[in-house]
C-alpha cells in the first residue's frame, strides 16, 4: 500500500513522521514491505513546513498512491480560510473519487473543503467543531469521537490523530494482533472516548449500508415522527423484519436504538453549541424541552445541563 504523505506551508509534518514510523515498524514485524510512503504537495516543490522544515516533494497527481494522509497546520479560528491553501484544496478535489483520504486536526477542513467528506460521518478538533459545521453542512459531523472510519475516509481530532488512523491501517492490513505488538512496543496509548451511551454508534454505522440507512434517516426526521413503523415503511421492509435485523446486528431493539441516534445529535449539539435546550427541542422536533429532558436522562443519567457541563 502506497500512502501519500501531503506537505503544505506551515504544515505539522511531525505527526507524518510518527505515522510513518509506525507503519514502517509494522513492514518490520510482518517481515515484509506493506507500506510504503511518498511526500506530496501542490506545486511539488521543497514545501516550508512549520518550525521552518524544509521538506522535499513531488506534485500530487503524478504518483500513483493508494490514500493520501493529510496532516494538521498552523491555523486558527481567524485564518482557518486561508486563500493560500484555495490552489490545495482543488488539488486534493481533484484526486480520484476512489483515493481514500485520511486526514486529522486542521486537515480535516482541507479534506471537508475538497468535498471529500459530503455526506460521510467525520469527527476533528474540538475547537472547529462550530466553524466547521456552519460552513459544511453537508458532513454528518460526529463529536462524540476522536476517530472516524468511515466508508473510505478517515478523520481524527487532534495534532495526535495520525496514532488512531496508523493503528486502523495497521489492524486491517496485518491483522489486529500487529496492531496491538505495535502499540505495546513504541508505548502507544488508544485516545481515550468520552464514556457516555453513545460511544458504540459510529462502529455500529460503519458495520454496513442497512445501518447507515437507519442511522441518516433517524437524524433527519423528527423525534415525533421517529416510529419504528415509518422507519420500516422507508426501508421498504415491515416492522418485525426491521426490528429483527436491527437487533441481530447491533443488540438493540429497534426503538432503543432509533432514540439513542436521536439523543445523540442532542449531544452533538449540547457539546459542541450554546444553543439551549429549548432551541435544541425545536430543531430536532421534540414534542417540547420537557420531553427532551425526560428522555436524555432516562438514556444518559444526567440532565441536559449537567452533561453539558460535563462533556462541553
Not at 514510523?21 to 511539488?44: H, P, T, V, Y
Not at 485564518?79 to 480520484?96: E, P, T
Not at 468535498?115 to 467525520?122: M, T
Not at 425526560?294 to 462533556?311: A, D, L
Request: proline content about 4%; overall charge positive.
Amino acid at each position: 500500500m502506497k500512502i501519500g504523505l501531503l506537505l503544505y506551508p506551515d504544515c505539522i509534518p511531525s505527526g507524518l513522521f510518527a505515522f510513518s514510523d509506525m507503519l514502517l515498524a509494522a513492514n518490520a514485524r510482518i517481515g515484509k514491505k506493506e507500506f510504503e510512503f511518498c511526500w506530496l504537495s501542490e506545486q511539488g516543490a521543497p514545501v516550508s513546513c512549520a518550525n521552518g522544515v524544509e521538506l522535499p516533494s513531488v506534485r500530487l497527481g503524478t504518483e500513483e498512491i493508494d490514500a493520501l494522509l493529510i496532516p494538521g497546520g498552523w491555523r486558527d479560528s481567524s485564518n482557518i480560510h486561508a486563500d493560500k491553501d484555495s490552489g490545495l484544496v482543488q488539488s486534493i478535489a481533484r484526486l480520484d473519487r476512489s483515493t481514500p483520504i485520511m486526514s486529522y486536526c486542521t486537515g480535516v477542513y482541507l479534506a471537508a473543503r475538497a468535498g471529500r467528506l459530503d455526506g460521510q460521518v467525520a469527527t476533528t478538533t474540538w475547537w472547529l467543531l462550530k466553524t466547521i459545521r456552519e460552513r459544511f453542512p453537508k458532513v454528518r459531523w460526529q463529536v462524540n469521537s476522536t476517530f472516524v472510519d468511515s466508508r473510505r475516509n478517515s478523520t481524527a481530532a487532534g495534532v495526535t490523530g495520525y496514532l488512531p488512523i496508523a493503528l486502523s491501517l495497521i489492524e486491517k492490513h496485518c491483522g489486529r494482533h500487529i496492531a496491538t505488538d505495535i502499540q505495546q512496543y513504541m508505548v502507544l496509548p488508544r485516545p481515550v472516548e468520552r464514556n457516555t451511551p453513545f460511544r458504540e454508534l459510529p462502529q455500529l454505522m460503519q458495520q454496513n449500508t442497512f445501518l447507515r440507512d437507519v442511522f441518516y434517516w433517524v437524524e433527519q426526521v423528527s423525534y415525533t415522527e421517529m416510529t419504528a413503523a415509518a422507519l420500516a415503511e422507508h426501508l421498504k421492509t415491515t416492522p418485525r423484519t426491521l426490528s429483527r435485523k436491527i437487533a441481530d446486528m447491533t443488540g438493540y431493539s429497534c426503538s432503543r436504538l432509533l432514540r439513542l441516534v436521536k439523543l445523540n445529535q442532542v449531544s452533538d449539539l449540547l457539546i459542541s453549541s450554546g444553543k439551549s435546550i429549548y432551541a435544541i427541542s425545536d430543531e430536532l422536533g421534540f414534542a417540547d424541552d420537557t420531553s427532551l429532558r425526560r428522555s436524555f436522562k432516562q438514556i444518559t443519567g444526567m440532565t441536559p445541563g449537567e452533561y453539558r457541563r460535563r462533556f462541553g
